[in-house]
């Protein structure tokens, strides 16, 4: 047997791997709905032996792509969008043009979400001087308090 065939049947039984629901859950830290919702939506389709899902490689570099999509930010149906480029041809302008419109849609938001949440610690790292000046202050004043009523 040469290095190519060995290499091409190493890739046909890796490409032959399946794995079930509960695997493929398990493997990705999602529940079994979760799973079934994307299949339900048409995000991937497992082959189905039964009442048996089995999963191929397909199916789980797809659920990769859903989850970083979600963690991302994107909407499902964005997420769609751009997983289907992965069953087209490569080359397509006008897909690839969506995609990066898509990436610089969730940067620019992800970008002001960055800064909402700056400008929001500044403001508690601000209230939270104040309050303890103020507990500070609050400290000075009572201290002779104390002791006028330690002296009765």
């Known amino acids: 047997m040469n290095l190519v065939s060995a290499l091409s049947d190493s890739v046909t039984a890796s490409d032959a791997r399946t794995w079930t629901i509960a695997q493929v859950a ?3 830290g999602v529940t079994h709905r979760a799973v079934r919702h994307y299949e339900e939506l048409g995000l991937i389709s497992p082959e189905r ?3 048996v899902r089995v999963y191929r490689r397909r199916d789980r570099t797809r659920l ?8 991302l930010g994107f909407v ?3 997420i769609r969008t751009i997983i289907n480029l992965y069953d087209e041809p490569r080359g397509q ?3 690839l043009r969506y995609v990066l419109n898509q990436i610089n849609d ?3 938001d992800l970008e002001r979400r960055r ?4 400008e929001a610690l500044k403001e508690l790292d601000d209230f939270e001087q104040r309050c303890q000046d103020d507990l500070l202050s609050l400290g ?3 201290a002779p308090k104390r002791l006028e009523d330690s002296s009765i």
């Open 64 to 71: 990769n792509l859903i989850l970083r999509g979600k963690r």
């Open 106 to 108: 969730r940067r620019a």
């Open 49 to 51: 032996r039964g009442t």
């Open 26 to 28: 398990d493997e990705f």
């Open 76 to 78: 499902l149906e964005e």
């Open 93 to 95: 302008a006008s897909q």
């Open 115 to 118: 800064r909402d949440i700056e």
């Open 140 to 142: 000075r004043i009572q």
